[in-house]
């Protein structure tokens, strides 16, 4: 992990671009050392510098954590392959003729996630190594297909948080029966692209013993601002 650049911001917190290999991110750390980890990620692969993740980001770790976010494959600036471009079109043209988008989102969003995941893991493998960081870890994040995977397939994360407006694969809804970690499932309950059936559905698929669900009225952003409070004293009773 190399860094290339940071800023130490007015809130006391550090924030530092890294690459690892291909992969770009961002890691923001707090004043007070070793701090657990939160892997942030925003909804289907858009940029590690979209304006809500980073304000997300600097409010958490601003309360004690390590927040760290990247550009997985075929995210953010990242090299894109033709299929993907293919897809990206597709969805454009069914969305603007007002066809039905769900086999376009399959076909688009799964290869993302299984591409995405490896990279992610490699992340916290090189960020578990820096002395600033304690654990244990938690996943907060949009990307919601992506979190249920790396919480089946990676023992290290403790607890998540999801929002539930991003299109979820049929391969995550039917792994989200073996997601046991502590849930925080956030839900708008007016999202214009995410059906709010298919939400709930999903809430009461999960296998976690312990798991909590946030509605709140209005579309797709308009996440009230008290959510991000609550999502860290949920993080603080899992992960301090």
Not at 196 to 220: M, P
Request: proline residues 7%.
């Amino acid at each position: 992990m190399r860094f290339t650049s940071e800023q130490r911001l007015g809130d006391g917190v550090l924030e530092r671009e890294f690459t690892l290999g291909e992969i770009p991110g961002t890691l923001w750390t707090p004043g007070a050392a070793p701090a657990p980890l939160v892997l942030m990620a925003h909804n289907n692969g858009l940029p590690k510098a979209e304006p809500r993740l980073v304000a997300r980001a600097r409010y958490t770790a601003a309360r004690g954590y390590a927040v760290a976010t990247i550009d997985a494959a075929g995210c953010g600036d990242r090299p894109r392959s033709a299929a993907d471009e293919q897809a990206r079109a597709d969805l454009r043209r069914a969305m603007q003729a007002g066809e039905p988008v769900d086999e376009i989102l399959e076909s688009f969003i799964g290869p993302l996630v299984e591409n995405a995941v490896p990279e992610w893991q490699t992340t916290l493998d090189a960020l578990l190594e820096l002395p600033e960081i304690g654990g244990p870890v938690g996943y907060s994040g949009g990307w919601t297909a992506l979190g249920i995977r790396l919480a089946v397939v990676e023992p290290r994360i403790a607890a998540a948080g999801f929002f539930a407006g991003g299109y979820v694969p049929r391969a995550q809804r039917e792994e989200a029966r073996q997601v046991t970690i502590p849930l925080l499932f956030l839900l708008q309950w007016d999202d214009e692209g995410n059906p709010r059936q298919r939400a709930l559905d999903l809430f009461d698929a999960f296998g976690s013993k312990e798991k909590t669900l946030h509605a709140n009225l209005g579309g797709h952003t308009g996440t009230p601002w008290f959510e991000l409070e609550d999502g860290c004293r949920f993080l603080d009773r899992h992960l301090k």
